[in-house]
Each structure stands twice: as structure tokens, then as C-alpha cells.
């Protein structure tokens, strides 16, 4: 669709980089601090075995081979000439500072304008901090890091055994602030224990920390999963399409219009899951939201507060 509501990641990337971009993802053979007993154990109830990567290569072949192996595939695929390494699956800095060094600076390529790299908010430390601000000055590649904070509601958070608070997430988006690095920020707003005004809340927050970028996903329950197991016996009654859709626009007014958005209804294999998106193509939501939001003339940050207190100061 052409009239797009809001802010389009695609859109940032062109701006930025003056092409298309696209992200070359990378597998580790990692764990997080939530599985092997560092502060929980099981993981998230709605994370796979594979820690949230479905398509991935294997963790067996090098950075190096991975990097090179995608972008044989996506570059042919779209004609693109330049990428991102996207570090995806479960919590890439939760190792020792001398393998991040390695894993890291084995994207200094002609081809990589990004590293994003996806981990939980209790992984962010300031020595790898230091170091990818030198790597950063020095090959002129800009550094993502993607955290997942899910919701703003604590009691949710409880539940999904996260491990990890309300409060943790805000001290790493602060940390990560402070060396200049974007911060993409993943939610689901589909949670059945939330409701609009956990959504709006979650919006703000993102707002006052400064974040950057999103990704909205409904919430995919993958079989042999707890959430799977409480699906199965009806412990939690799934919010239907037409709540997502609503608790999505209302998310996207309340976000600040320079917020790049990544995704707003993301896409799990069908064989993994044992619910994915009212059983609905992924693409069909999204345009949904948007002739929704263009029907009704709503457009991104409509209601932020910065909009608001814009218009003070010009008054």
C-alpha cells in the first residue's frame, strides 16, 4: 500500500542509506540467562527451542560462511548491495567479552552498513558497550540492539517468566542511550492478561526512553511450549483479530512520529504453531490496520505527547 500511516522501518533504511536494506540473519550456538539457571530456568513460555529463530542457518557454520551464504540468496533474490548482520536468535551478548569481539567483528565487511543484535535487557554490559562504540567509530557501522520488553505490565511479565523487569529493560535502553546505539523494541500486543490501557502505557514508555524502532508481533503460541500447554488446556482465551488490530493503531498513535516501525503483525511456520494470526495471512492484518487507519484519517502519533506539547510551544 502507498499511503502508508506511519513510519515505515523500509522507509528509515532508504533515508538513512539511501537503497534498500536488507538484514542477513546469524545464528549462534548460544543459550540465555533464563534457561540455564541464572536467573530462571524454561525460558519464556512462548519461546522454541531454537530461541525465536525459524529460518536461520545452522549455528555450526561460522559468521563469516552465514553472512556470505544469505546474501548469495537475498542479494540475488531483491538486487541488494547492502545489509545488515542481524544477530537473532535467543541472547547475543551473553558471552564472554573476547567471543563478542569475535562474532562482532566478523562483520566488518564492505557490504554490512549494520550490526543489530538481539538480547535481553539483563545481557546488556558496559564493556561490550565500550567496545562496540570503538568498533562503530572506527568501520563506520551502525550498531542496532534489539530487546524484547513485551509488554509494560509487570503482572504480564510474571507470567511469561520473562525473568527479567519492567526496570531492567529501562536501565539497558538507558545504557545503550548513552553510547548513542539505536534500540528496536519488540512487543505483543496480544497478550490475554493486558488490556488498551497496558498498551497505551507500553507506548509511552517507549516514547520517554528515547527508543528508536519497533517490531509489534501478535503473541504465536509454537507446540511443546508451557504456553502451548496452557493453550491446550484452556487456561488463556486468546483476544481476537479485531482487538489486535485496534490495540495496534492505538500503540501506533501513541508512538512518537520518528519511531521507525519494523513490523506490525509478524509470521511463525505453520508446522511450528498451534495458533499464528487467526489462522490469517500475516500481510492480510497488516493492510487491514492500514486502510483502517487511512479510512479514518489516523496516521502515527496522532495522540503522542510530543505532538501535544509541540503545539503548546507554538501557541
Sequence with gaps: ???????????????????????????????????????????????????????????????????????????????????????????????????????????????????????????????????????SRETGIDITFELGLQTANYRSLDILNRGESLADYILAVQMINEYKFRVCTHLILSLPWDDLRDVVETARIVNVLGVKEIKIHSLFIVKNTKLAKMYEENKIQMISKEEYENNVIEFLRYIDKDVAVARIVGRAPEEETIFCNWDTSWWKIRDEIIQTMNDKGIVQGDKSKKIIFDKIKED
Design 1 to 135: 500500500m502507498n499511503n502508508n500511516p506511519y513510519y515505515s522501518v523500509s522507509k528509515y533504511y532508504k533515508d538513512t542509506y539511501g537503497e534498500k536494506v536488507y538484514k542477513l540473519p546469524i545464528k549462534l550456538s548460544l543459550t540465555c540467562p533464563n534457561r540455564d539457571g541464572a536467573c530462571g530456568v524454561g525460558g519464556c513460555i512462548f519461546c522454541s527451542e531454537s530461541g525465536g529463530s525459524f529460518e536461520n542457518l545452522p549455528s555450526f557454520l561460522t559468521v563469516d560462511q552465514q553472512l556470505e551464504k544469505n546474501k548469495g540468496y537475498i542479494g540475488r533474490r531483491y538486487k541488494a548491495k547492502k545489509f545488515i548482520a542481524y544477530f537473532q536468535n535467543f541472547s547475543n551478548t551473553y558471552m564472554s567479552l573476547r567471543d563478542f569481539k569475535e562474532v562482532i567483528s566478523a562483520c566488518n565487511k564492505d557490504y554490512i552498513v549494520a550490526i543489530s543484535i538481539s538480547t535481553r535487557s539483563d545481557c546488556v554490559s558496559r564493556d561490550k558497550l565500550v567496545f562496540l562504540e570503538e568498533f
